[in-house]
């Protein structure tokens, strides 16, 4: 059973359109991460979040990418304006204390047109 | 350059027989992480350990870490058709984020 859950399973958005990533832990957690991985490809870091604001980006995390966290739950990843090379699985992780695991959502596998 | 490497980047080998991946890595890191990956599925934890460690166990799961040589080898030992999946190193510096190696693919044929 992962530890946090993430919707939709699968979405499929024309090219141009916006798409929101939802991630939803089942226990408090502070730490929250977002990966991706293209199709056959490794799995890469794109944006860490603690206390509500963005403390790492990696240079793919460009302004088309946005995250927040709504309601102090739900955590979620924007695409404001996708392109077809964002067609990838996306996944969402959570921490506890440093040092420790990461643990992986069973990610959202988006489809751009 | 790339920060995690894996060897053999795939691997059949025999229910019953022993699995043994290797993971290089090029930066200093406070822990490394391994996860199993089944087709197009999510990533699965499987064992973290600290720089300041050189061997874990977890189950049929064996890890090592030699921060001079910059390398980690996860062990599967008596090997089952189940643990047919790709199989990932990830290390994390002072910053936290995971940086991921690029795969084994284990196949376990029964």
């Known amino acids: 059973e992962p530890e946090v859950t993430q919707t939709p399973s699968h979405q499929v958005t024309q090219m141009g359109q916006e798409v929101i990533l939802r991630c939803v832990p089942i226990s408090n957690h502070l730490y929250f991460y977002w990966y991706r991985q293209i199709l056959g490809q490794k799995v890469e870091f794109l944006v860490s979040?603690?206390?509500?604001?963005?403390?790492?980006k990696s240079e793919i995390f460009d302004d088309q990418f946005s995250v927040e966290r709504p309601d102090g739950s739900n955590f979620t990843l924007k695409i404001r304006s996708t392109k077809l090379e964002d067609s990838a699985m996306y996944f969402c992780?959570?921490?506890?204390?440093?040092?420790?695991?990461?643990?992986f959502g069973d990610g959202t596998r988006l489809s751009i047109l | 350059s790339q920060q995690g490497e894996e060897d053999p980047q795939a691997l059949s080998i025999q229910e019953g027989e022993n699995a043994t991946m290797n993971c290089s890595y090029k930066t200093s890191i406070n822990n490394l992480q391994w996860y199993r990956q089944n087709s197009g599925r999510g990533l699965v934890h499987l064992i973290l350990?600290?720089?300041?460690?050189r061997e874990k166990h977890s189950g049929r799961l064996r890890v090592t870490l030699d921060t001079s040589k910059k390398s980690s080898s996860l062990l599967i030992t008596a090997s089952r058709a189940a643990d047919t999946a790709s199989y990932f190193c990830a290390t994390a510096d002072n910053t936290d984020k995971l940086i991921f190696g690029t795969g084994t693919r284990l196949q376990v044929f029964p």
């Open positions: 992780a959570i921490r506890g204390a440093f040092n420790q695991p990461q643990h």
């Open positions: 350990i600290r720089s300041n460690e």
């Open positions: 979040f603690y206390n509500n604001e963005i403390s790492e």
